[in-house]
C-alpha cells in the first residue's frame, strides 16, 4: 500500500499540491473560526475547478465553482466585529432546528436519486448514488459553514467517512489519506464550535 500511495502522490502536480495545502489549511481555519479560511478555500477551489475540468470531470468542476462563490460569499459574511451596528455585528454560531435537518435531507435525497439515475443509466460510473449524495450534501454543508451552522461539521464528518470509503475502494490511497485528515480535523472544528457556542450561549443568559 504504501508504494501505490507514493505511486499516486508522485502524480500530483505543484498546483494540485497547493490545492491540497490550501483546502487543507481552509479546513483547520474554519474550525478555529478564523474569516482568513475564507481565501484559502478560494484559492484551491480554484485551482481544483482547471484541473477537474482538464479531466472532464465535469461534475466536480461545478461544484467547485459553487465552492470559489461560497468562499467570496463567506469572506463578506463573516465579518469583522469591528463596529457596534447592527449591520456589521459579527456572525456567530448557532443551530438549526431539526425541521431544518429534515428539509436539507429530504432535499438531499431527491436530488440524490434523481443525479444518480443520471449517473447510472447514461454516464454509467461505479459508484452513482455515493458519488451524487457527497456531493449534493457537500453543497449544503458549505452553505451551513457559511452560516456558521454548528452541524456542519457533523455532516462533513459524515461526507467524509462516505469519501474515504469510495476513495478507499478506487485505490486513491493518498486522497483517502486526506480525508482522514479532515475526519479528524472536522471533530476538532465540532468540539471547538460547541464550545465557543455554550460559551455564548451562558454569556448571553448571563447578562439577561
Known amino acids: 500500500m504504501i508504494s501505490e500511495i507514493w505511486s499516486e502522490l508522485s502524480q500530483y502536480s505543484i498546483p494540485e499540491i497547493i490545492a491540497v495545502l490550501a483546502l487543507i489549511s481552509y479546513v483547520i481555519l474554519a474550525a478555529r473560526e478564523n474569516r482568513a479560511c475564507w481565501p484559502l478555500a478560494f484559492l484551491g477551489s480554484g485551482i481544483y475547478i482547471i484541473i477537474f475540468y482538464q479531466y472532464q470531470l465535469y461534475m466536480y468542476t461545478a461544484l467547485n465553482i459553487f465552492y470559489v462563490i461560497m468562499a467570496v460569499y463567506g469572506w463578506f459574511t463573516w465579518k469583522k466585529d469591528n463596529s457596534d451596528t447592527e449591520k456589521s455585528k459579527k ?118
Do not use: Q
Request: no cysteine; proline share 1%; charged share 15%.
Open 91 to 208: 456572525l456567530i454560531i448557532n443551530k438549526w432546528s431539526l425541521k431544518n435537518h429534515l428539509y436539507g435531507l429530504l432535499v438531499i435525497g431527491l436530488l440524490t436519486i434523481l443525479s444518480g439515475l443520471y449517473l447510472d443509466k447514461i454516464i454509467n460510473t461505479e459508484y452513482p448514488y455515493l458519488e451524487s449524495f457527497t456531493t449534493w450534501g457537500s453543497l449544503l454543508a458549505t452553505w451551513m459553514v457559511v452560516k456558521k451552522i454548528l452541524e456542519n461539521w457533523l455532516y462533513w464528518i459524515s461526507l467524509d467517512i462516505l469519501s474515504l470509503y469510495l476513495y478507499s475502494n478506487k485505490e486513491l490511497y493518498f486522497t483517502a489519506a486526506l480525508f482522514s485528515i479532515y475526519i479528524i480535523i472536522s471533530i476538532y472544528g465540532y468540539i471547538n464550535w460547541l464550545n465557543i457556542y455554550k460559551k455564548r450561549s451562558d454569556a448571553s443568559k448571563a447578562i439577561a
